[in-house]
């Protein structure tokens, strides 16, 4: 941009800025007025112009601690008003902001942070301890800046360095930042390895952004709610950037699980979650309407059968169509309503498979739940469900400026500018990833459909090849089982060269407990409950039902359920909640040679 200043760019849209950070000083400029950033009960609510003022006031400070354009500063933080300050501070400066997942343990904080060389880190005390434990190995760390203030030597408060330097002017600094610097490095969860640092341009994010916009259309107030984890591509990407570029208003939800209470409150205009919020939504609707009476469940089996009809290409049958447009009228408008879905543009989900039944559920009671797919390499864009063309079973088409092909093999290539430019340290295995013609090879398997819809079919790694060499996709297997019924937590599927399909089950955490109450079983802990013959019972009741929709040769034979919870960034998940397969099967490979004996 050089010498050109914020006021002469105002009346341009953010969509065609150069950079992330320009895009931000036209927002700010254009919606100085408008809410931001806020918490649910506005206790904190900035404006744009007010926000723009804190990440100027803020990166004044950062810059008199030494930092500048390509340095690197780590961020451990929850979802609050502050990361957002802190993101764009550091971007102001050309430095390149890194999440860190707030559940990691000391020696995952160490390799991310010292992989990323940060030479300033911004946390909130709950996680200081865990990163000072890790801070002898991190001879590149200079200074650590308490959110909640000072916390003792090596250590400054946020409040000391916001607006430490009153006289900085910011122009210069955000004006030099180029399409090519690094606006953040993303490292990927580790199902296999350790994390590796993906390296994203703000080239690359402008590119997503448009990639979004084609398919949305976001409208003038927009708003979203800021839920997931910030070291998260998906986060980042729907509750940051996108956010910057078209002037949304921002809610902050510090508390995942509590995501749900956000809605109705907020009534998002484009909401994106992983597949079990849905599920968990869907069996708490279903338990609501279930005591409804016949009326009730005759509405919702007409507008199921709708949806399929219309999946089909099929007509619908007018006393399908009558009746479900009477549950239209008299309880799905409210239904969205109570859920905070009725001002909704477009509802997503993605990062792993969603169970059918949940999307055509959905799709029943109005709510056009699309699925989406997107990698961290690039920048969470690649195919998506457009509003009103959601085809159930894909992930939608290519998104503007996204090219997709199949290998000989089915793995799905992707080319585009929202492809990073490689993973950190990491020459080798970025050369396997991106091949001399610009090609990503993404590592699923996929198909297109005949009007050019993606259907993804797993991971090319995890597929399942059994004793008899029949290629399954365990993800497929685990989201019928899921679908099949609300006691299934989480699900991982054995086979590969046995001779027979098993799985490993948690029960759900919330609605275990609660049939048992209702079963008058006398115990809801889920680490009791998992050797109770009535849970078993109504385990292998949902089993049998996902099994009746899976080939004889994928469904599942045996299945042992699992004492307690699996937990996002433990032993089993990933934060991000995909399943670890490798530190599954190696910790419980008693249980599992125990089904094959």
């Given at each position: 941009m050089g010498e050109q200043t914020v006021a002469a760019a105002a009346g341009a849209n953010a969509l065609d800025a150069r950079t992330m950070i320009e895009a931000f000083r036209r927002t700010a400029e254009v919606h100085a007025d408008r809410i931001a950033v806020r918490t649910k009960d506005d206790e904190v609510s900035l404006t744009w112009a007010q926000l723009r003022d804190r990440v100027d006031a803020l990166a004044g400070g950062l810059a008199g601690l030494g930092v500048g354009r390509?340095?690197?500063?780590?961020?451990?933080?929850?979802?609050?008003?502050?990361?957002?300050?802190?993101?764009?501070?550091?971007?102001?400066?050309?430095?390149?902001?890194?999440?860190?997942?707030?559940?990691?343990?000391?020696?995952?904080?160490?390799?991310?942070?010292?992989?990323?060389?940060?030479?300033?880190?911004?946390?909130?005390?709950?996680?200081?301890?865990?990163?000072?434990v890790a801070r002898d190995e991190l001879p590149a760390l200079e200074t650590v800046i308490v959110v909640e203030g000072g916390q003792g030597p090596g250590t400054v408060g946020w409040d000391e360095v916001e607006g430490a330097d009153l006289g900085f002017d910011p122009e210069p600094h955000w004006t030099a930042v180029e399409p090519e610097d690094l606006i953040t490095?993303?490292?990927?969860?580790?199902?296999?390895?350790?994390?590796?640092?993906?390296?994203?341009?703000?080239?690359?994010?402008?590119?997503?952004?448009?990639?979004?916009?084609?398919?949305?259309?976001?409208?003038?107030?927009?708003?979203?709610?800021?839920?997931?984890?910030?070291?998260?591509?998906?986060?980042?990407?729907?509750?940051?950037?996108?956010?910057?570029?078209?002037?949304?208003?921002?809610?902050?939800?510090?508390v995942a699980r509590e995501v749900v209470g956000y809605l109705p409150a907020v009534k998002p205009t484009w909401f994106f979650a992983v597949p079990r919020i849905f599920e968990k939504l869907k069996a708490g609707m279903e338990a609501h309407l279930a005591s409804q009476g016949e009326e009730t469940r005759a509405w919702l089996a007409a507008a199921r059968r709708r949806v399929e009809h219309e999946q089909a290409g099929e007509p619908v049958p007018e006393d399908v169509?009558?009746?479900?447009?009477?549950?239209?009228?008299?309880?799905?408008?409210?239904?969205?309503?109570?859920?905070?879905?009725?001002?909704?543009?477009?509802?997503?989900?993605?990062?792993?498979?969603?169970?059918?039944?949940?999307?055509?559920?959905?799709?029943?009671?109005?709510?056009?739940?699309?699925?989406?797919?997107?990698?961290?390499?690039?920048?969470?864009?690649?195919?998506?469900?457009?509003?009103?063309?959601?085809?159930?079973?894909?992930?939608?088409?290519?998104?503007?400026?996204?090219?997709?092909?199949?290998?000989?093999?089915?793995?799905?290539?992707?080319?585009?500018?929202?492809?990073?430019t490689g993973y950190r340290h990491q020459p080798e295995t970025t050369a396997e990833a991106l091949?001399?013609?610009?090609?990503?090879?993404?590592?699923?398997?996929?198909?297109?459909?005949?009007?050019?819809?993606?259907?993804?079919?797993?991971?090319?790694?995890?597929?399942?090849?059994?004793?008899?060499?029949?290629?399954?996709?365990?993800?497929?297997?685990?989201?019928?089982?899921?679908?099949?019924?609300?006691?299934?937590?989480?699900?991982?599927?054995?086979?590969?060269?046995?001779?027979?399909?098993?799985?490993?089950?948690?029960?759900?955490?919330?609605?275990a407990p609660a049939f048992a109450m209702q079963q008058e079983l006398g115990i809801t802990a889920l680490d009791e409950l998992a050797g109770h013959p009535v849970v078993n019972a109504a385990v292998q009741a949902m089993v049998d039902r996902?099994?009746?929709?899976?080939?004889?040769?994928?469904?599942?034979?045996?299945?042992?359920?699992?004492?307690?919870?699996?937990?996002?960034?433990?032993?089993?998940?990933?934060?991000?909640?995909?399943?670890?397969?490798?530190?599954?099967?190696?910790?419980?490979?008693d249980l599992i040679d125990a089904m094959y004996a």
């Open positions: 390509g340095d690197t500063i780590a961020l451990m933080m929850g979802n609050r008003p502050e990361f957002h300050v802190a993101d764009l501070a550091a971007m102001t400066l050309g430095a390149t902001p890194v999440s860190i997942y707030l559940t990691f343990t000391p020696a995952q904080i160490a390799y991310v942070v010292g992989d990323a060389a940060a030479k300033v880190a911004i946390v909130e005390q709950a996680h200081l301890e865990r990163l000072e490095l993303i490292y990927t969860s580790g199902t296999t390895g350790p994390p590796k640092g993906v390296q994203l341009t703000h080239r690359n994010l402008m590119a997503g952004a448009r990639a979004a916009d084609s398919v949305i259309h976001f409208p003038e107030g927009s708003r979203v709610i800021s839920w997931l984890p910030a070291a998260h591509i998906a986060e980042r990407m729907a509750h940051h950037y996108l956010p910057i570029v078209f002037g949304m208003t921002v809610t902050d939800c510090p169509a009558a009746t479900a447009a009477e549950g239209e009228e008299k309880l799905f408008a409210g239904l969205r309503a109570m859920l905070g879905f009725d001002e909704a543009l477009a509802v997503s989900v993605g990062a792993a498979p969603t169970p059918r039944d949940v999307l055509v559920f959905f799709h029943a009671i109005g709510v056009e739940l699309g699925e989406l797919w997107g990698m961290s390499e690039t920048c969470g864009i690649g195919a998506v469900n457009p509003p009103s063309r959601v085809r159930i079973g894909t992930v939608g088409p290519p998104s503007q400026g996204v090219e997709l092909e199949l290998a000989e093999d089915g793995e799905l290539l992707m080319r585009g500018e929202m492809v990073m091949d001399a013609d610009g090609w990503l090879h993404t590592g699923d398997v996929a198909e297109f459909d005949e009007e050019g819809y993606v259907r993804i079919v797993d991971r090319k790694k995890e597929l399942i090849i059994n004793a008899a060499g029949k290629n399954m996709s365990p993800a497929n297997i685990e989201s019928t089982l899921k679908g099949a019924g609300p006691m299934i937590g989480q699900i991982c599927v054995i086979g590969d060269a046995r001779p027979y399909n098993t799985a490993l089950i948690v029960l759900d955490a919330d609605f996902g099994n009746a929709q899976l080939a004889r040769v994928e469904q599942i034979k045996k299945f042992s359920i699992i004492a307690g919870d699996w937990l996002p960034g433990g032993e089993e998940l990933t934060p991000t909640m995909k399943l670890k397969r490798k530190p599954i099967t190696t910790r419980y490979a």
